[in-house]
């Protein structure tokens, strides 16, 4: 069985991970020119968030 994980890291994208292998980082903080995906924007605003891990 596959086996998904989505990170989402301390004031950063939610990475997602596939049998323990990151396939995307994804963009949470809206201010990504590359959206889904993190271009590292999040940094240049300060973006602030908790890290947090959800399982599928
Ligand atoms: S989380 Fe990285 S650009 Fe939005």
């Known amino acids: 069985m596959t086996k ?4 989402a890291t301390e ?3 939610c990475l997602i991970e596939v049998d323990g292998k ?9 201010a990504s020119n590359n959206k ?5 924007s999040h940094i240049k605003i300060g973006f ?9």
């Open 22 to 30: 990151k396939v995307a980082a994804l963009c949470r903080c809206g």
């Open 36 to 40: 889904p995906h993190c271009d590292g």
């Open 4 to 7: 998904i994980v989505i990170k």
């Open 48 to 56: 602030k968030a908790n890290a947090t891990e959800i399982k599928v």
């Open 11 to 13: 004031n950063g994208p």
